[in-house]
């Protein structure tokens, strides 16, 4: 599988953005996908994850009411729509997947697109 995120870029606060994550040479239907991120001199952390099926979602709770993931099985994509973005949402958000698997945990999943560049200016 490979993965590839984009759709990030520079947005005031308040402001939106829509990330997306697009598979290739796999279907991912039966994939987990998570998107996690990673601000300037920090550790990597968990932002949502959405279930192989999608029925079940999940969200640290800095995102929580703010952020939605979902997902297209047909297209073999992920979305990640954020809103009432706030400066402490600047960070490269990388999305991921692995079989089975929506939890938190970075070392589970097994593949890692490329990450896309989200700031958020006062």
């Known amino acids: 599988v490979q993965l590839q995120a984009s759709g990030g870029g520079l947005v005031q606060a308040g402001g939106s953005l829509r990330l997306t994550c697009a598979a290739s040479?796999?279907?991912?239907?039966?994939?987990?996908m998570a998107w996690f991120r990673q601000a300037p001199g920090k550790e990597r952390e968990f932002v949502g994850s959405?279930?192989?099926?999608?029925?079940?979602?999940r969200y640290a709770d800095s995102v929580k009411g703010r952020f939605a993931i979902s997902r297209n099985n047909a297209w073999n994509t992920g979305d990640l729509q954020m809103n009432s973005l706030e400066p402490k949402d600047t960070a490269v958000y990388y999305c991921a997947a692995s079989e089975y698997y929506s939890g938190a945990a970075g070392s589970q999943y097994t593949y890692w697109g490329q990450g896309t560049q989200v700031t958020v200016s006062s």
């Open positions: 959405i279930s192989w099926s999608g029925d079940s979602t």
């Open positions: 040479r796999r279907a991912l239907s039966s994939y987990g």
